[in-house]
């Protein structure tokens, strides 16, 4: 490294070059167009194969998402709106799907429970992006009762348990200290009393009215398919669900 005893001449020369490097390094803009959005390989969705039942479909897309590796294949983003109508979103895991509906879990007085109370209509969007394919599922969510509820919470690891029991979950936290003090004091809990149940922690189903596969496959462009029903999961001793409609959309 030479020395140099013009710090100014020095200082400036190397801004030049820094500007010179970002003028040939792409911007952010063009980094974002350039960058990768599906893996190789792509399944697709063969519509003429499509099972009449979504619930089928969907179960086997999630198989092949976790048969591939793909990262969370549970994951999915649960939207909400309240009762003015302000949308939200977030991260939940999937816990179940079934004729009641695609389950999950939480607590009744985070944001997402109180919404869901005043509004009951939601949406839940999967991504598998290394195989091409997304799902949308839209319709009313239920609570599942106390006794599912509190079988969730118990299923639980220790840490997740301690979570949920430490605070109220989005409210304001005043330091890091206090919460691991009082996820410290949450855990002990958990250890000493194995049978402690978040009275607030809720699981939920989402009764599906709509179910949109989407897909994307090299060569032979996109594909959606949408089933719709008007009916809601059944329940016991209820009259078969009279199905559902299946249509192409425009992709
Ligand atoms: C991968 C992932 C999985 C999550 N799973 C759950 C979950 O199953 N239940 C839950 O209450 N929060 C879960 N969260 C946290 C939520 O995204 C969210 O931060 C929290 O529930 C508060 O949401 P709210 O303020 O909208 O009520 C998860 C977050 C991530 C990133």
Do not use: C, I
């Not at 030479?2 to 490097?21: E, I």
């Not at 719709?228 to 009279?242: F, I, K, N, Q, V």
């Amino acid at each position: 490294m030479t020395d140099s005893t013009d710090g100014t001449a020095s200082a400036d020369t190397a801004h030049r070059a820094d500007r010179a490097d970002r003028a040939d390094s792409p911007t952010l803009r063009e980094r974002l167009r350039a960058l990768p959005v599906f893996g190789a390989d792509l399944p697709g969705l063969d519509v003429d194969a499509a099972p009449d039942d979504p619930v089928t479909l969907f179960v086997d897309w999630l198989e092949d998402a976790v048969a591939a590796g793909v990262a969370a294949p549970h994951a999915a983003t649960l939207s909400t709106a309240d009762a003015r109508g302000r949308v939200d979103a977030r991260t939940l895991l999937l816990k179940d799907v079934g004729p009641a509906g695609w389950s999950f879990a939480t607590r009744s007085d985070s944001p997402k429970g109180v919404a869901l109370a005043e509004n009951p209509h939601a949406a839940l969007t999967f991504l598998w992006r290394e195989r091409g394919r997304q799902v949308r599922v839209r319709g009313p969510v239920v609570p599942l009762g106390a006794e599912a509820s509190a079988a969730d919470f118990l299923a639980r690891s220790e840490l997740s348990r301690a979570t949920a029991l430490a605070g109220h979950q989005s409210a304001t936290l005043a330091s890091r200290r206090d919460y691991r003090a009082a996820w410290d004091a949450a855990l002990a809990r958990v250890r000493t009393e194995p049978e402690t149940v978040l009275d607030t922690w809720t699981a939920y189903a989402l009764e599906a009215t709509t179910v949109e596969f989407w897909a994307s496959s090299p060569g032979d462009g996109q594909a959606r398919l949408r089933y719709t029903t008007s009916a809601t999961a059944p329940r016991p001793g209820d009259e078969p669900s009279p199905g559902w409609t299946k249509e192409l959309l425009w992709p």
